[in-house]
């Protein structure tokens, strides 16, 4: 069965470092999302992507997120400079097309940032 | 703005059914799921239910809307080990297509 994966599983960082989280949707899905969930709270809408480019962001995607489609199969999620507050589980999710709504969500990278 | 809620906790024993409930606040929502989230683990779509339903069941699952209340449930007959989990409800914004989430319950099946 297709699945959602995403790489790495953890990633620690240091304040102020770059990092890029990376996701393969599943092969004909056409809009992609990512999540992140902080440790005991909810899991908040970051962005949707459709089409190679923004369709939606939460307040959370400022300045210093960015997403990218690099080739037909990665989506990728870059934090500039990151600081300890984007310590959590980002998990990036896909659907196939207009028509669909199940959205499948990858494993989730954990990211602790020191 | 849109907001979903659950109790965080719930615990039964093997073989009895079990509950889990939501409220959500936006009455456009067109689709509300439920999704399980195993230790170390992603989100598993588990089942969802369209707007204009009341009820769908999925083989042990059972989900009850009401949508004058706002109120979501999942029902788990006969509930074994491996049903431990958290159980997210979530339900899709009118617009955009992006998932509002609840804060998840934490379902313990004790044998």
């Known amino acids: 069965e297709p699945e959602v994966t995403q790489t790495p599983s953890h990633q620690v960082t240091q304040m102020g470092q770059e990092v890029i989280l990376r996701c ?8 992609f999302y990512w999540y992140r969930q902080i440790l005991g709270q909810k899991v908040e809408f970051l962005v949707s992507f459709y089409n190679n480019e923004i369709s939606e962001k939460s307040e959370i995607f400022d300045d210093q997120f960015s997403v990218e489609r690099p080739d037909g199969s990665n989506f990728t999620l870059k934090i500039r400079s990151t600081k300890l507050e984007d310590s959590a589980m ?5 659907i196939w097309g207009t028509g669909g709504h199940e959205q499948y969500f990858g494993p989730g990278t954990r990211l602790t940032v020191t | 703005g849109e907001d979903v809620e659950q ?44 707007s204009n339903m009341d009820m769908k069941q999925d083989q042990r699952l059972t989900v009850l809307l009401n949508k004058k209340d706002k109120h979501l449930s999942l029902r788990i007959a006969d509930t074994q080990t491996g049903d431990s989990a958290i159980y997210f409800c979530a339900e899709k914004a009118d617009q955009g297509g992006k998932l509002i989430f609840g804060q998840g319950t934490e379902l313990s099946v004790k044998p």
């Open chain 1, 90 to 94: 980002y998990f990036c999710a896909s």
């Open chain 1, 24 to 31: 393969v949707p599943i092969s004909n899905h056409l809009y």
């Open chain 2, 7 to 50: 109790s965080l906790f719930l615990s039964v024993r093997e073989g009895d059914s079990s509950v889990i409930n939501c409220t959500y606040t936006d009455s456009s929502s067109t689709y509300l799921y439920w999704y399980k989230q195993e230790p170390g683990a992603g989100l598993q779509l588990l089942t969802y239910i369209f």
